[in-house]
C-alpha cells in the first residue's frame, strides 16, 4: 500500500539551530498532514496541505509540500528545547486513510 | 471536551493472559481507530470504525486480537492471549469524519507491557 517515507529517523541539534525533516512518497498525495508527538506523549495535528507548492507557517515552522506533490517538508528556526520530540508526516493510503511516516525524533540540546 | 479517553494508562501483564484495552472517542466523531506504536514498527493502524461498524482489520496483526466498539462512545481491543511481542503503546484515536483530509485526535495511549 501507499507508503510515506520520512528521513532522518535521529536529529541532534544545538538550541537555536535550524531542523528539517523530509517526507516522501513514490506516488503523487493528494494530501499531507503534520504531527508532533512529544515524549511520553501521543499524536498532536499540526497541519494539513493540500495544493501543489504549498507554504504554511506556524511561528518557527515552515510547511511545504512539493510541485509534484510527492514530497514535503517541516523546516524549523532556531530551535528551542520545546521543539523536542518525534515529527510525524501521515498521507492517504490506498483506502484513504492516513498512514503514518516513520517519524523523525529531534532532540535539542540545551 | 475532554479529547479521546483511553484506560489504562500503563498495563503490565503476563505472558498468556487476556488484555483489554477502552477507549471513549470524542462525541460526535464517527470514526474510531486503533493504532499500535513500537520503536521498530513505527505507529500502525491495526483497525478501524465508522459508526460503530468495524471498516478495515487488516492491520490486525493475528487472531489474537480483536477488536469491538458496541456504541458510539466506547470501544475495546482485546489481546488474548498475550505474547511479549505485544508489547507497545496502543493509542486510539477518533475524527468527525473519514478519509485522510480529517485530522486524528489521538488519545494519550496505553502502554502494555508483556512479560
Known amino acids: 500500500g501507499q507508503q510515506v517515507m520520512q528521513i532522518p529517523q535521529y536529529q541532534h541539534v544545538q538550541e537555536g539551530e535550524d531542523f528539517t525533516t523530509y517526507c516522501n512518497s513514490s506516488?503523487?498525495?493528494?494530501?499531507i498532514q503534520w504531527y508532533k508527538q512529544r515524549p511520553g506523549g501521543h499524536p498532536v495535528f499540526l497541519i494539513q496541505?493540500?495544493?501543489?507548492?504549498e507554504v504554511k507557517k506556524q511561528k518557527r515552522l515552515t510547511f511545504q509540500f512539493g510541485e509534484a506533490k510527492k514530497n514535503s517538508s517541516l523546516h524549523i528556526t532556531a530551535t528551542q528545547t520545546t521543539d523536542v520530540g518525534t515529527y510525524f508526516c501521515?498521507?492517504?493510503?490506498?483506502?484513504?486513510?492516513?498512514?503514518f511516516g516513520g517519524g523523525t525524533r529531534l532532540m535539542v540540546k540545551p | 471536551d475532554a479529547g479521546v479517553i483511553q484506560s489504562p494508562r500503563h498495563e503490565v501483564t503476563e505472558m498468556g493472559q487476556e488484555v483489554t484495552l477502552r477507549c471513549k472517542p470524542i462525541?460526535?466523531?464517527?470514526?474510531l481507530f486503533w493504532y499500535r506504536q513500537t520503536m521498530m514498527r513505527g505507529l500502525e493502524l491495526l483497525i478501524y470504525?465508522?459508526?460503530?461498524?468495524?471498516?478495515?482489520d487488516s492491520g490486525m496483526p493475528e487472531d489474537r486480537f480483536s477488536a469491538k466498539m458496541p456504541n458510539a462512545s466506547f470501544s475495546t481491543l482485546k489481546i488474548q492471549p498475550s505474547e511479549p511481542r505485544d508489547s507497545a503503546v496502543y493509542f486510539c484515536?477518533?475524527?468527525?469524519?473519514?478519509?485522510?483530509?480529517?485530522?486524528?485526535?489521538f488519545g494519550q495511549g496505553t502502554r502494555l507491557t508483556v512479560v
Open positions: 496541505l493540500v495544493k501543489s507548492g
Open positions: 484515536a477518533s475524527s468527525p469524519r473519514g478519509g485522510a483530509y480529517t485530522e486524528a485526535f
Open positions: 501521515a498521507g492517504p493510503d490506498a483506502g484513504n486513510m492516513l498512514t
Open positions: 470504525f465508522n459508526n460503530n461498524v468495524p471498516i478495515d
Open positions: 462525541s460526535g466523531h464517527d470514526y
Open positions: 506516488t503523487t498525495l493528494s494530501n
